[in-house]
């Protein structure tokens, strides 16, 4: 549009060139390479306007994601601004409480029409089992927060319930029992004390005693 007004402008400018007086044409030449280079200046300033503020409308265009899984309010949430996946989170509902929060980036940054789906603590379960083996499923699905160490041993001291359900038979009941003993008593001595964990009997303890530390 600015264009074509330029060219018009062009048109009546050159019309006058050619209207004018010889003794008023140095003049007039003056007035009309000035009046051109405002007219430029001025399209040009526009273009940057515009493009600014397709910048600025762009970033305020609302987008669109579906999220499911462990979420209060599983559906489709408009985003508009900041798109980040714990906004989206937010805005359908905030996550459940069996979210396996571990296994989720929250920081990550979304698209228009992507689907974003939070696993729950069983889901985490039945996937380790399906790996039978702990060592393995942390190596694909590992925790940001983990306190095991380079031996790949969970410290029962330390360890939150999505990391003490990577041990063998060990599930959310039993996960949620370590960790109520450990604030009750103040801690594991022994890695033996397991054997004092509601829920945890020998057979349990042997699966998991090579897999623990203190």
């Known amino acids: 549009m600015k264009r074509c007004i330029y060219l018009i ?4 400018v050159l019309s006058m060139l050619f209207s004018c007086k010889k003794g008023d044409s140095t003049n007039q030449l003056e007035e009309l390479e000035l009046s051109l280079l405002e007219l430029n200046e001025g399209e040009k300033n526009g273009m940057d306007s515009e493009d600014t503020f397709d910048d600025e409308e762009k970033k305020e265009m609302p ?18 601004g900041s798109r980040r996946v714990f906004e989206a989170v937010e805005m359908a ?3 459940s409480g069996d979210a396996a929060t571990n296994f989720i980036n929250l920081a990550r940054i979304v698209e228009d029409g992507e689907r974003i789906y ?3 603590l069983e889901e985490i379960q039945d996937l380790k089992d399906s790996l039978g ?3 393995l499923f942390l190596d694909q699905f590992g925790d940001s927060n983990s306190s095991s160490q380079s031996s790949g041993k969970i410290n029962i001291n330390q360890a939150g319930v ?11 009941s039993k996960a949620r029992s370590i960790i ?5 008593h103040g801690g594991f001595n022994s890695i033996e004390e397991l054997l004092n964990v509601s829920g945890i009997g020998t057979s349990t303890y042997e ?6 530390m203190i």
């Open 180 to 184: 109520d003993y450990r604030e009750q």
């Open 93 to 95: 509902g905030g996550l």
């Open 63 to 80: 987008i669109f994601v579906h999220v499911a899984g462990a979420v209060n309010q599983p559906g489709v949430v408009e985003l508009v």
């Open 9 to 12: 402008m062009l048109v009546i």
């Open 133 to 135: 083996n702990s060592n």
């Open 118 to 120: 939070v696993p729950n």
């Open 207 to 212: 699966r998991i005693k090579e897999q623990v």
């Open 162 to 172: 999505d990391e003490l359900m990577t041990l063998t038979g060990i599930g959310p």
